[in-house]
C-alpha cells in the first residue's frame, strides 16, 4: 500500500472551472503538508503548504487539511489552460518527505 | 537569486563506473535532499540531510551515497552505477519543514 495516495487522472477541467484534487496519507506522524505543481519535463515547483486542521488560501489556490481523516485537498477556482499540469502531494514527518504518484490536471478551453 | 543548482543536467554513463551528480544552494538553507522520479513510481526520496555532517537514509537509498561537509553543497554519488538506476534525479532544500522545499532542474541519468 503506498504511503501518499493520489487519483492519477487525468482530471478534465472547463476553463473558469473549479479543480479539486484528493490526498490521502497513512503516517499519522505526518506534520506537514504540501501540493506541487510540475509540468512536464520540469521539477516540481511547491504552490501550498499546510500544516494546521482547516484550510488556507492563497490566491485561486486553497489547501484543506483534515488529519483525523488523513486527508489533503486543493482547490484550484477559475482554472486556466497554464494550470494543466500533474499536481504532486507531499507529506513530511521530520526530514522524511514522501510524494503521492501525482494526478494530472488537463484545463480545456 | 535564490539557486539550486544541479550538474550536469544530462549523463549517460556505463555499468559500473563511479559518478557524482553535485547539488548547491545559495540560500544558506539547512535542509537538503535527493529524489529519483520514475514513470509510475512518481518522486521517491534517496538521502536528506538536516544539517551540515547529519545524513539519513530515505526510502530508496541502495546504491547512493551522500556527502554533506558544507552547508551549501550536497553531492549525489553512485559507486557502481547500474542499469536500473537510470532515472531523473532531483535535488531539494529548504528552511525548514513549514516553509516547503526548493528543486533543483533535475539530472537525467542513463546507465548503460
Known amino acids: 500500500q503506498k504511503e501518499v495516495e493520489q487519483n492519477s487522472g487525468p482530471l478534465s477541467v472547463p476553463e473558469g472551472a473549479i479543480a479539486s484534487l484528493n490526498c490521502t496519507y497513512s503516517?499519522?506522524?505526518?506534520?506537514?503538508f504540501f501540493w506541487y505543481r510540475q509540468y512536464s519535463g520540469k521539477s516540481p515547483e511547491l504552490i501550498m503548504s499546510?500544516?494546521?486542521?482547516g484550510d488556507k488560501e492563497d490566491g485561486r489556490f486553497t489547501a484543506q487539511l483534515n488529519k483525523a481523516s488523513q486527508y489533503v485537498s486543493l482547490l484550484i477556482r477559475d482554472s486556466q489552460p497554464s494550470d494543466s499540469a500533474t499536481y504532486l502531494c507531499?507529506?513530511?514527518?521530520?526530514?522524511?518527505?514522501?510524494f503521492g504518484a501525482g494526478t494530472q490536471v488537463v484545463v480545456t478551453p | 537569486e535564490a539557486q539550486v543548482t544541479q550538474n550536469p543536467r544530462y549523463l549517460i554513463t556505463v555499468t559500473g563506473k563511479k559518478l557524482t551528480v553535485t547539488c548547491s544552494q545559495n540560500m544558506n538553507h539547512e535542509y537538503m535532499s535527493w529524489y529519483r522520479q520514475d514513470p509510475g513510481l512518481g518522486l521517491r526520496q534517496i538521502y536528506y540531510s538536516m544539517n551540515v555532517e547529519v545524513t539519513d537514509k530515505g526510502d530508496v537509498p541502495e546504491g547512493y551515497k551522500v556527502s554533506r561537509k558544507e552547508k551549501r553543497n550536497f553531492p549525489l554519488i553512485l559507486e557502481s552505477p547500474s542499469p536500473n538506476q537510470t532515472s531523473l534525479y532531483f535535488c531539494?532544500?529548504?528552511?525548514?519543514?513549514?516553509?516547503?522545499?526548493?528543486f533543483g532542474s533535475g539530472t537525467r541519468l542513463t546507465v548503460v
Open positions: 499546510i500544516y494546521s486542521n
Open positions: 503516517d499519522r506522524g505526518s506534520q506537514s
Open positions: 507531499a507529506v513530511a514527518a521530520g526530514g522524511k518527505l514522501q
Open positions: 531539494a532544500t529548504g528552511p525548514g519543514r513549514v516553509y516547503g522545499y526548493t
